[in-house]
Every structure is written in structure tokens, then in C-alpha cells.
């Protein structure tokens, strides 16, 4: 289960409106974030593991605006969004049900991937990664990367893939040993990102994905996990065997 945050509420921890959470049977102020560890325990009893995922800058749901397309804005310093990564791992640190740590929702905008300038999100992804990964932190996280372009676009993965370095500051150089045994691929799909002749032909989505967006390339470099896609009814597959495939880990050999 993907739970989303704030690096608004993670900063400021503000007091939830009753009414919000009068579900919880509490009274009196409740911090945002005793509510979050809240829904994390609920998760964790029903058997479900949890996905810390790093949502907005500001308080908002997705994508409103172009304030929060980037994993920074200027209210919200790149140093500050990694410094509330490592505050949620040693957070949840304790909490066997908190496996995976989803670094940015969709990074969308000006983003780039492998220029190795100040919007390269592969870049600012491994020093996240790497400051989540740290033995102050918390080691034992994956590392979920999302793809440029609304989360879809891993074309570039192939010839710039993500190298983690736990505990170092500085992206990898290419020269010398990483490690990305705890790293995780994470695209997202939408109906909309493409045409519906594409959606309804099993074959022309997964060539689509494949080939265009790179999840092929980028799922021989490390496991890939489908963090959204379109519900399929949608897509021409509700009723359809590809809908079985549509459900299951991506596996580059037979597709979705």
C-alpha cells in the first residue's frame, strides 16, 4: 500500500481538523503524523505492507500545479526534501510492515534524467537513496524510483541506470562499486497517457511500454513494480487473459 505524505506535514506536523479523523474515536489536538502512524499500524494489522510515499511538497493531493511537479520547489529545498526522507525512515524504522520507500510522486515538468544538471532526477534520486539507505537512517528500505514524465518515462534508465552508494552524499561517478540490491524501478500508467487504439491492443500497450518508456531495459537493470495503472475496464481488458498479466510483476520476457 502506497501511503502518501507531505514534506509540508513531516516540517510542520500540524494539528487534523475532528471532523477529519472522528473515525479514529479520538478527541482533542492530533498531529498529522500521530494520525499517519495511526493508518500505518491499521495497515500493518490487516497483514499489508506499507509504502512510505514522499506525495506533494505542499499539503495537496497531486499535481494541481507546477508548484509541486518537482521534488522541490521554493518553499521546499532539495536538501530539505532528503533531510524528511531520512526523518520517515527512522520513523518508521522499527516497523517491519514499512517496506518501501517511494521517493518522489511523479516527477513531472522540466525534469530530466542523466544530464547531470541541477534537474536530473536520477541524480537527485540516488543522493535521496543513498541518505535513506544509511545505517542512521534506515538500511533496510527499498529504493522506489519513479520514471520522468508523470512517473512513465524510464527510457533513459538503460544508458543512465540508478547506482546507490548507502551513506554517501555524492552520486555515483561511474567509476568504482555501487549497490542496488534495494532498488525498485516504480512506473505509473494511465489510460490517458495513451491513445485508446494502444490501451485496447494488449500487444501495442506492452510494445508501447516496452520499447517508448523503456520498462524493459529498465526491469533487466533492477526488479519493476507497477506503482498505478489504469483500471482495465478502461482499457479493453477487463474481460480479457491480459488482464491476469496487467495484475502481475513485470516480467520483460512476457510482458505485463
Not at 511523479?106 to 541541477?118: L, M, Q
Not at 567509476?175 to 485496447?200: I, K, M, T, W
Not at 526491469?219 to 519493476?224: C, D, I, K, T, V
Request: glycine fraction near 8%; include cysteine; hydrophobic fraction near 40%.
Amino acid at each position: 500500500m502506497r501511503l502518501p505524505f507531505s514534506n509540508y506535514i513531516v516540517e510542520c506536523n500540524p494539528v487534523v481538523r475532528e471532523t477529519t479523523i472522528s473515525r479514529l474515536g479520538v478527541s482533542g489536538a492530533v498531529h498529522a503524523l500521530a494520525v499517519y502512524d495511526r493508518v500505518v499500524a491499521a495497515l500493518a494489522n490487516q497483514g499489508l505492507m506499507v509504502i512510505l510515499d514522499d506525495h506533494t511538497s505542499d499539503p495537496e493531493w497531486c499535481c494541481p500545479d507546477s508548484e509541486n511537479a518537482l521534488w522541490h520547489n521554493d518553499r521546499y529545498a532539495e536538501s530539505q526534501w532528503i533531510a524528511d526522507w531520512v526523518a520517515m525512515a527512522q520513523r518508521y524504522r522499527g516497523v517491519r510492515a514499512v517496506v518501501g520507500a517511494d521517493l518522489r510522486n511523479e516527477p513531472s515538468g522540466p525534469t530530466e534524467w542523466g544530464t547531470g544538471k541541477s534537474l536530473d532526477w536520477r541524480l537527485a534520486a540516488e543522493r535521496a537513496g543513498n541518505a535513506v539507505l544509511s545505517e542512521s537512517a534506515n538500511p533496510n528500505l527499498i529504493i522506489m524510483v519513479e520514471g520522468i514524465d508523470r512517473g512513465k518515462d524510464l527510457s533513459h534508465v538503460e544508458r543512465y541506470p540508478i547506482c546507490l552508494r548507502p551513506g554517501q552524499q555524492s552520486p555515483y561517478s561511474g567509476r568504482g562499486p555501487c549497490e542496488s540490491a534495494n532498488l525498485v524501478y516504480a512506473p505509473h500508467d494511465y489510460a490517458f497517457f495513451q491513445d485508446a487504439a494502444v490501451n485496447r491492443d494488449y500487444g501495442k500497450l506492452t510494445h508501447y511500454l516496452n520499447m517508448t518508456e523503456g520498462w524493459a531495459a529498465a526491469a533487466s537493470a533492477a526488479p519493476l513494480w507497477i506503482g498505478v495503472r489504469p483500471r482495465l475496464r478502461h482499457c479493453g481488458l477487463a474481460n480479457s487473459a491480459h488482464a491476469a498479466h496487467h495484475r502481475a510483476a513485470y516480467d520483460p520476457a512476457a510482458g505485463l
